[in-house]
């Protein structure tokens, strides 16, 4: 997201200053020796040697510090971590923060990229901090819209001055949160900011987005929210504001249809487990207010423990005994697909856990089966292009799956900025009732290797399967369709988007007679599908002149229905003739002001 101009009623500063364009283990073969003139007996050929079984467990890894109370020097690390992630946007640093149950006191634990800090506790209340979990702009002169690639999870804050501050943009969740205080989601002086994700959390407070341009907070309880530039949504919050989109730009479901937690990491007395929060349906509030939360935990014995260097073939070999996968902090670069093809299977990463795709590969596929559950990494494309990046379930599944769905949370996608990379198809949701739980699928915009053609990429997420959700989608720059939705009976809540800035001239971006291609686009063979709250902006930079017919493209039926959309031209540079089809008013000249259709049809 680059800075725009302010609200009229946002108290951010007027100067616009744009983005600053950062820059940022392939395997060798052994060969065998070549005999010649020998010819080995047939007695002589090796029997099959079964690989031996892969042990579940072990340590997490260098990069996970784990700190309890009175664990001496707890600040100095945090801030030795800090200072090497602070501006590190497309560094190879991974790190996981964990704090055992119990209360530590005056810590500013400050946040970086691909940092994650969480309590080991089965409830945040479990692990409290005295103090603060922060992220601000300083290092991006008060500029919050790279804040990327950073989370917090299962604590307690008691925050020193009574509110806490989380200026992130997108990839950046903050779940099972307890803040006994308010939440400030600026940086300090109001800067430039595009985020975000909340879910089950408590803010006892009041939360205060102010400059933030967008946020959907999901299956929360807040004391109060003030303020709003563009589009905040919301679902199954306790304590949200009113329906009013557009004036002011809230859109709020009193529950969230179907949502399934993400799993996490706590201690049990002093065993490692993973917890699996159960379904919910309709849900509203967080899952963990009264005690214990609801679902079913694996030891982490059942889990092989992978390291940075580690092979596809091992993972899979993993996979193939029946253990689940926990990706320590690292990258990991995968010569063959990460192939999940057993019911209920967990793959958790820590810290970022960063999966390449060499040689073209698709970094992972899940089968046709229930209940896999997909969460906290990132898949970062490679060089030589990759037909598709994640595959959920094979073309033409079917199953159902509605009693016990595939979960993808906090799983997000990467298409250049730390280095060339392409794929023509970043995520594929083909399996039915998938649950797509806040991801960022971005083709970069900014850093190395990024350019029309150098890191072409058509198409964000394209969902083939049938009753999929998706809750906090966030896809950009893409050279084609960014979400093209081909099955029945989808719902989004919450969408955010750009349009790719890079885009040549009008023609590169011709979608057939139309001028532009959606945003997000439903198949004109679908008869049922149901959006809230999206939003999708322009900022053409290298040919402003481009004009995109609408953001959003759908059948003109009565099945199909979308609540509270807009569009934005970011000061010019570019505009939208119509927000849907052709529904609502164009943008115009460089005011920054959407447009808005708050149903259609």
């Known amino acids: 997201m680059p800075p725009v101009p302010p609200d009229s009623s946002d108290p951010r500063p007027s100067t616009v200053t744009r983005r600053t364009v950062l820059g940022a283990v392939a395997a060798t073969a052994a060969s065998a020796p070549l005999l010649t003139g020998l010819a080995a007996p047939a007695s002589a050929a090796p029997a099959a040697v079964r690989p031996r079984a892969l042990p579940g467990g072990g340590d997490l890894g260098p990069n996970v510090l784990i700190f309890e109370p009175g664990t001496a020097g707890i600040q100095a690390k945090l801030d030795q971590i800090f200072h090497q992630q602070e501006s590190a946007q497309f560094g190879t640093g991974r790190y996981a923060l964990l704090f055992k149950p119990g209360t530590y006191s005056g810590l500013n634990a400050q946040i970086g990229f691909y940092t994650s800090i969480a309590g080991l506790g089965l409830s945040p209340d479990d692990t409290t901090i005295n103090g603060d979990v922060t992220v601000d702009a300083g290092w991006a002169n008060g500029n919050a819209t790279q804040n990327f690639w950073r989370s917090a999870e299962n604590l307690a804050l008691v925050p020193v001055n009574g509110t806490d501050r989380w200026a992130v943009a997108q990839a950046a969740p903050f779940r099972r949160m307890h803040v006994r205080g308010?939440?400030?989601?600026?940086?300090?002086?109001?800067?430039?900011?595009?985020?975000g994700y909340i879910a089950d959390s408590r803010i006892d407070g009041q939360v205060?987005?102010?400059?933030?341009?967008?946020?959907?907070?999901?299956?929360?309880?807040?004391?109060g929210w003030v303020n709003a530039v563009w589009n905040m949504v919301f679902s199954g919050v306790q304590g949200a504001p009113a329906q009013s989109f557009p004036n002011?730009?809230?859109?709020?479901?009193?529950?969230?249809?179907?949502?399934?937690?993400?799993?996490?990491?706590?201690?049990?007395?002093?065993?490692?487990?993973?917890?699996?929060?159960?379904?919910?349906?309709n849900a509203r509030g967080v899952t963990w207010g009264n005690g214990t939360p609801r679902g079913t935990s694996l030891s982490l014995s059942q889990f092989y423990v992978a390291k940075p260097g580690v092979s596809a073939a091992t993972l899979n070999q993993a996979l193939?005994?029946?253990?689940?996968?926990?990706?320590?902090?690292?990258?990991?670069?995968?010569?063959?697909?990460?192939?999940?093809?057993?019911?209920?299977?967990?793959?958790?990463?820590?810290g970022y856990a960063t999966i390449v795709p060499d040689n073209g590969v698709t970094a992972l596929r899940v089968a046709d089966v229930d209940g896999v559950r997909l969460a906290g990494f990132l898949i970062d494309a490679g060089p030589v292009n990759s037909a598709t990046l994640l595959e959920v379930g094979p073309g033409g599944a079917s199953r159902d799956h509605s009693a016990n769905p595939t979960t993808v949370q906090d799983v997000f996608v990467r298409i250049g900025g730390a280095g060339a990379g392409k794929a023509t198809t970043s995520m594929v949701i083909n399996n039915r009732n998938t649950i797509v739980d806040h991801t960022w699928v971005w083709r970069a915009d900014h850093g190395t290797g990024v350019g029309w053609d150098t890191n072409r990429a058509d198409y964000g997420v394209v969902v083939n399967g049938d009753d999929v959700l998706c809750t906090g989608l966030f896809v950009e720059h893409f050279n084609k369709y960014d979400v093209q939705w081909l099955g029945q009976r989808g719902r989004t809540i919450f969408f955010q988007n750009e349009k790719a800035y890079d885009a040549p001239n009008q023609a590169a971006v011709q979608d057939g007679n139309v001028k532009g291609y959606a945003a997000y686009k439903v198949g004109d063979n679908v008869t049922a599908h149901e959006a809230w709250g999206l939003g999708s902006y322009c900022?053409?930079?290298?040919?402003?002149?481009?004009?995109?017919?609408?953001?959003?493209?759908?059948p003109n039926t009565a099945g199909v229905k979308f609540h509270g959309v807009l569009v934005v031209s970011l000061g010019g540079n570019g505009q939208y003739e119509h927000v849907i089809n052709e529904a609502g008013a164009?943008?115009?000249?460089?005011?920054?002001?959407?447009?808005?259709v708050v149903s259609y049809p």
């Open 182 to 195: 308010g939440l400030n989601l600026a940086p300090s002086g109001y800067g430039w900011a595009s985020g």
């Open 539 to 554: 900022n053409y930079t290298a040919d402003t002149g481009i004009v995109q017919h609408h953001g959003f493209a759908a």
């Open 248 to 281: 002011p730009p809230y859109t709020t479901l009193d529950t969230t249809p179907v949502s399934r937690e993400k799993p996490f990491l706590y201690l049990n007395g002093s065993e490692y487990r993973v917890f699996l929060p159960e379904k919910r349906t």
């Open 586 to 596: 164009p943008t115009s000249g460089t005011s920054t002001t959407p447009s808005t």
């Open 208 to 223: 205060g987005p102010y400059s933030q341009q967008q946020w959907y907070t999901r299956d929360s309880v807040i004391g």
């Open 320 to 350: 193939a005994q029946g253990l689940h996968l926990l990706l320590t902090p690292g990258i990991y670069h995968v010569d063959q697909p990460i192939q999940v093809d057993r019911a209920n299977t967990v793959v958790l990463g820590l």
